[in-house]
Each structure stands twice: as structure tokens, then as C-alpha cells.
């Protein structure tokens, strides 16, 4: 049973530290997502890759979120230097073929930032 | 702009009855594709179901189905039956024909209490 798989599952550090929040997707997978879902906004797109490629990042932060993805193994999404108001859930999520098509979800990461 | 309004924040219902999630949807693409997820309170979005904007037969699985009408842009989510390990956060979602860019609503909040 393929999963994407997310580390780590809960993280709280302080104010000023560098965060980063790890993504496996599934094994075939070509496009990598990140979401951020807080209780006053819900879901929001951060980036969007497309086979490595990042393809949109226009949800991000630019001054202090940063998304990559070395492999095909490997989404990487980090905060520097990370905010109280960046307490929130991140999801990774992965598909087969493209945004219009369905995407499989991982876990989340909550960030707690203090 | 694209837009997907779930107006039931929470609704809460006793176990077998039947419950009716609204979708209305907002695009100017003739192309697009609705879905939707579900939320369980483990925080891992499940997907659903996915429509493309040229089917709109109604789609049923086992107590799930899904009413689909270009006419008044909804995409209804009725479930038949309800039973506890229904309740979640279900989300409607929305995405074009470019096909990376999705947009959820704000979720509904099911209970369904036995």
C-alpha cells in the first residue's frame, strides 16, 4: 500500500530557527505538492512540482520559505528564520499525472513555533 | 477567479440518516475538474472522487454518491446511511485545465453520533 510519507510528524522550535519538513512520494509519482492548512485560511497551495521542476511558488513566502526537490525520492520545504504565524499544518501530497488529476496526501507535519 | 464555497461549516446527524454536503463552484474555464476529499481525525486527506467538467452523469459508490449540475455549478456529495466512522472534514476542491493550481473550499465538519 503506496504512501507518501512525511517527516517529522510534529516539530516545536522558537522563534528565528530554520525549519525544514521532509516529503517521500509515492514510488512513479511525478508531481509533488505542499499545502499549508491553518484554521483561518484551510488549505492553501504553497508550490507545485512538476518531475523535480518547480513549476509554481506564488503561495510561498519568498523571504523565508524555500521548496526543492534533489530527487525523485525527496521534496524538502524550509522556513528560515521561522515565525509564530507559521504554526501550521504541512501537507505533501503526490500524483500520478498532474494537478487535474487526484493527489494522495501525507500525514502533515505540525509546526508549532513559539 | 476560481472559487469553491462550502456553506456548511459542521453538521451533525444521528447514525443511518442520510446527510447532503453542498458544493458550489465558481470558474470561467469550460474545462475543469472537481473532487473530493475527506478528512478523517487522524489529519490525512483521503481522496474521493474526480468529475471532469464534460461528465455529468451521477456517480454512486456503495453509500457515497455525487450529484453533479453545471446548471447551478454544484457538485453535492450525499452520503446514504450515515455511520460513525463517517465523521470528518470533507472538502470539496476545484482545479483547471493547467491543472496544478486546486482550490478547496473551507471544509465541512461532519458528527454523525450513534
Known amino acids: 500500500d503506496a504512501r507518501v510519507t512525511q517527516t517529522p510528524r510534529h516539530k516545536v522550535t522558537e522563534m528565528g530557527q530554520e525549519v525544514t519538513m521532509r516529503c517521500q512520494p509515492i514510488?512513479?509519482?511525478?508531481?509533488v505538492f505542499w499545502y499549508r492548512q491553518t484554521m483561518m485560511q484551510g488549505l492553501e497551495l504553497l508550490a507545485y512540482?512538476?518531475?523535480?521542476?518547480?513549476?509554481?511558488d506564488s503561495g510561498m513566502p519568498k523571504d523565508r520559505f524555500s521548496a526543492e526537490m534533489p530527487d525523485a525520492t525527496l521534496a524538502t520545504l524550509k522556513i528560515q528564520p521561522s515565525e509564530p504565524r507559521d504554526s501550521a499544518v504541512y501537507f505533501c501530497?503526490?500524483?500520478?499525472?498532474?494537478?487535474?488529476?487526484?493527489?494522495?496526501f501525507g500525514p502533515g507535519t505540525r509546526l508549532t513555533v513559539t | 477567479a476560481q472559487k469553491v464555497t462550502q456553506a456548511q461549516t459542521e453538521i451533525s446527524v444521528v447514525e443511518k440518516e442520510d446527510v447532503t454536503l453542498d458544493c458550489v463552484y465558481e470558474?470561467?474555464?469550460?474545462?475543469?475538474?472537481l473532487f473530493w476529499y475527506k478528512q478523517p481525525p487522524s489529519g490525512e486527506l483521503v481522496f474521493l472522487i474526480r468529475?471532469?467538467?464534460?461528465?455529468?452523469q451521477n456517480e454512486i459508490s456503495g453509500r457515497y454518491s455525487w450529484n453533479f449540475q453545471k446548471s447551478t455549478s454544484s457538485f453535492n456529495f450525499t452520503i446514504t446511511a450515515s455511520q460513525v466512522v463517517d465523521s470528518a472534514v470533507y472538502f470539496c476542491?476545484?482545479?483547471?485545465?493547467?491543472?496544478?493550481?486546486?482550490?478547496f473550499g473551507a471544509g465541512t465538519r461532519l458528527f454523525v453520533k450513534a
Open positions: 501530497a503526490s500524483g500520478p499525472r498532474g494537478g487535474a488529476y487526484e493527489q494522495y
Open positions: 514510488l512513479g509519482h511525478n508531481t
Open positions: 512540482f512538476r518531475n523535480r521542476a518547480p513549476l509554481d
Open positions: 470558474t470561467r474555464d469550460t474545462t475543469y475538474y
Open positions: 468529475r471532469n467538467s464534460f461528465d455529468e
Open positions: 476542491a476545484l482545479s483547471n485545465t493547467g491543472g496544478f493550481k486546486t482550490i
